[in-house]
């Protein structure tokens, strides 16, 4: 079972969007943000850092942060939110990964253990997906394009 949480929040400005993938080591992360670069609509630029790739969709750009789920990388996690006013505008979607693993937590478990319904400032949405097949994944895109720019 993996859980990976993606956080989306809007520049505002030439369609161009941020998204910060944050979640434990070894949750898909990157598998999920590969599987997205190879299904998409238009592959528009390579890798720009080691873990940022750019995707489009539908004339929507973002660009995505994998920036790494390591205890010791937590710390600067809040240099990613800066020109962003601190998340203020963020949405929230979540992958509920693995869901090919046997004895996995499904999506609705993982939504209660979270406490997922106390989030009452910012969208959410809790998707359940397999990263390997890439099932449930344009459902989560779906789901970020729905929510750009509704704040
Ligand atoms: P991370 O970037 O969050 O650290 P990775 O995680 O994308 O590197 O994935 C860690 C491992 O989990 C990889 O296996 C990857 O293939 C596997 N994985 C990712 N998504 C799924 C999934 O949906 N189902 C299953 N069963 N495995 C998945 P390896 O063996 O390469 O380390």
Request: net charge negative.
């Amino acid at each position: 079972m993996g859980l990976i949480f993606a956080k989306l929040w809007s520049f505002f400005c030439d369609q161009e969007h941020k998204v910060i993938i944050v979640g434990l080591d070894n949750a898909g992360k990157t598998t999920i943000l590969y599987q997205f670069l190879m299904n998409e609509v238009v592959h528009t630029s390579p890798t720009i850092g080691s873990n940022v790739e750019e995707i489009v969709v539908k004339n929507t750009h973002f660009l995505m942060w994998d920036i790494g789920g390591q205890e010791s990388l937590r710390s600067s996690w809040n240099t990613y939110y800066s020109n962003t006013e601190d998340l203020r505008k963020a949405a929230v979607l979540i992958f509920a990964n693995k869901q090919d693993v046997k004895g996995c937590m499904t999506a609705a478990e993982i939504s209660k253990y979270l406490t997922l319904s106390s989030i009452k400032d910012h969208p959410w949405h809790i998707q359940s997906c397999c990263a390997l097949t890439g099932e449930g994944l344009c459902q989560g895109l779906e789901w970020m394009t729905s929510h750009i720019g509704v704040r």
